[in-house]
């Protein structure tokens, strides 16, 4: 009898496991049409000044708005868009919409509006990025200034050497960078002070206990520090309220992003934000 049940759940696993390569194959092969389908949106997350509130710029996010499934999130759809290679088409196109909307922005007035990219670790090794941030700036005439590439720790730390000289080169690009998700992952001081980094982005999950949980604004308090003497920006993701965003004032973060000052917005949504913005200063 326990033989049977055991056969019956590698059963029970085996076509679990063929149901969800299915599931992934279905997904890749409807990925891989969705840019000539215009199914791929970008999402634009304001990103604003803890002095005043004004918005500074957005982070674009990508959304998959598939005819069956609806509207798919990042989470979902960028793994494999990452497992297939796909990312690489994907990420260069969600690159140029949003240096192309940063740049429409600034046109409309708000002179100074920087626009943050989420960078997969297979575009950061892709030889032909350099290229890539090259057309989507001239393009559009965008000030190389304004656009953010966002990396994450893994993507940094693997092939230390070879990730610093990209690093650099996309530097004497004359964009910025940033380290998405900081404080997940194992960036030692030492790594962390040869990055030519701009920013560090907190993560979140500090953020969230931040005014419940002592070593969550210890870890805060310490990455400001240490970004700061090493000549970095600091910005917390994922403000959800009143309470986090004052600690955060009060402990001198300079630039904040979260639900609280705005969720990721489609494009005539972000119009109405810009305006309501400027016309509150
Ligand atoms: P991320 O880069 O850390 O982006 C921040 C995520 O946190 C976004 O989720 C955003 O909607 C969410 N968020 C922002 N504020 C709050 C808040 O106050 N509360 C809560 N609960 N969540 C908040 P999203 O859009 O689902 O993106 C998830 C992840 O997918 C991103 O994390 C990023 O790693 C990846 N991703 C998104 N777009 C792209 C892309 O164009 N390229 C690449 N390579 N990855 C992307
Ligand atoms: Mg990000
Ligand atoms: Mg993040
Ligand atoms: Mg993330």
Redesign the pocket.
């Known amino acids: 009898r326990a033989m049977e049940q055991k056969d019956a759940s590698i059963c029970f696993y085996s076509s679990d496991i063929k149901e969800g390569l299915h599931e992934r194959a279905r997904l890749e092969s409807d990925l891989s049409k969705a840019i000539a389908n215009n199914e791929i949106e970008v999402?634009y997350?304001p990103q604003v000044s803890s002095k005043d509130g004004s918005i500074i710029g957005a982070?674009?996010?990508?959304r998959w708005r598939h005819p069956v499934r609806g509207l798919v999130?990042?989470?979902t759809f960028?793994p494999v868009a990452e497992s297939s290679g796909l990312?690489l088409e994907i990420?260069n196109w969600?690159m140029k919409q949003a240096c192309f909307q940063a740049k429409r922005w600034q046109l409309q007035g708000h002179t100074n509006f920087r626009i943050a990219?989420?960078?997969?670790s297979k575009?950061f090794t892709n030889p032909d990025l350099f290229d890539e941030v090259i057309d989507a700036l001239t393009e559009v005439e965008l000030d190389p200034h304004y656009l953010e590439l966002?990396l994450t720790e893994s993507c940094v730390i693997e092939e230390l050497d070879t990730a610093l000289l990209t690093m650099k080169k996309l530097k004497d690009l004359g964009i910025a960078l940033s380290i998405?998700?900081f404080g997940t992952g194992y960036s030692s001081l030492s790594y962390l002070k040869q990055f030519p980094m701009d920013r560090l982005k907190i993560d979140?999950s500090f953020i969230s206990e931040i005014t419940s949980d002592k070593e969550s604004q210890d870890i805060t308090k310490a990455i400001i520090s240490m970004a700061h003497s090493l000549n970095m920006g600091v910005i917390a993701?994922?403000?959800?309220s009143v309470e986090q965003h004052s600690f955060l004032n009060d402990i001198a973060v300079e630039e904040l992003?979260?639900?609280?000052f705005g969720?990721?917005a489609t494009v005539s949504d972000m119009d109405k934000m810009l305006t309501a913005n400027k016309n509150k200063q």
């Open positions: 999402h997350q982070e674009a996010l990508a999130g990042p989470d960028i990312i990420g969600i990219v989420n960078l997969s575009q966002e998405d998700d979140r993701e994922g403000i959800e992003q979260g639900y609280y969720k990721p």
